[in-house]
């Protein structure tokens, strides 16, 4: 597949840098242009380009840039293509969103209004970078950590579990992208590492307001 991201941070470059491994091309990209991402193709492995280049070269894009850029995302050239939101919620860096402190949405909803003809699967925001890089296993392995996913379309889910398995975890769908608050940033599986079994039990038992059912 080709993959487009938007952000070549921490998230932009792990995920870049395993999917490279894992066969895929890559392009990675940021709001100060290509020419400040000089090193990068050496250490990830893929391209670098423009945000519009990278859209323009992804089947699938991701978009990993700070969770109040989001309505920069380009709109048009995203319509029917899956977008993988990354983001979190972190008001300190983005800023106050009422209907975030109001529970009344979620951030991939948010990016789903603003590209209403984008197939959106929320996935990779649970995990560290870190772990992400690290702690890839084997199907099967006794250790093997599983990571939510939430999406409205099926085929854009399943090339994202495709993504999962090819990284060394287990993919858990829990549902249509409104669940994505289960596991949003602050709620009991954040960045928590679970197999499949005590994830899906941790995130059923999780309550809206972030607290869990005894
Ligand atoms: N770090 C983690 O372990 C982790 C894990 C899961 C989820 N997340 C979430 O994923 C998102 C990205 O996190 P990160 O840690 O990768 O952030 P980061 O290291 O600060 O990187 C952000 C990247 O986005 C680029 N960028 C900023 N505004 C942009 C725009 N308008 N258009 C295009 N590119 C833009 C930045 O480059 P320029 O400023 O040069 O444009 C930079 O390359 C956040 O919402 C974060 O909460 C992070």
Redesign the pocket.
């Known amino acids: 597949m080709k993959i487009g991201i938007?952000?070549?941070?921490?998230?932009?470059r792990a995920i870049g840098k395993l999917a490279v491994q894992a066969g895929h091309q890559v392009m990675l990209?940021?709001?100060?242009g290509a020419e400040?991402l000089f090193s990068l193709p050496h250490a990830v492995g893929g391209e670098v380009g423009t945000?519009a280049e990278a859209v323009a070269f992804g089947d699938i894009v991701v978009v990993?840039?700070?969770?109040s850029?989001y309505r920069?995302v380009p709109v048009e050239p995203l319509a029917g293509k899956i977008v993988i939101d990354?983001?979190?919620y972190?008001p300190e860096r983005d800023g106050r969103f009422s209907e975030l402190d109001a529970r009344a949405t979620t951030t991939s909803e948010l990016l789903a209004d603003h590209l209403p003809r984008s197939r959106i699967v929320k996935a990779?925001?649970a995990?560290?970078?870190?772990d992400l890089e690290s702690d890839g296993r084997p199907a099967g392995a006794p250790d093997r950590r599983a990571l939510p996913l939430v999406g409205d379309d099926m085929e854009a889910k399943s090339v994202v579990i495709g993504l999962y398995e090819a990284f060394g975890f287990d993919a858990l769908d829990v549902g249509q992208l409104s669940e994505g608050w289960r596991f949003e940033r602050g709620t009991p599986a954040y960045c928590v590492p679970f197999g499949k079994t005590d994830l899906a039990k941790t995130l059923a038992a999780t309550r809206r307001d972030g607290s869990i059912a005894a």
């Open positions: 938007i952000g070549a941070g921490f998230v932009g990209s940021n709001s100060r400040t945000v990993a840039i700070p969770f850029a920069s990354t983001n979190n972190y990779f925001n995990i560290t970078m870190k």
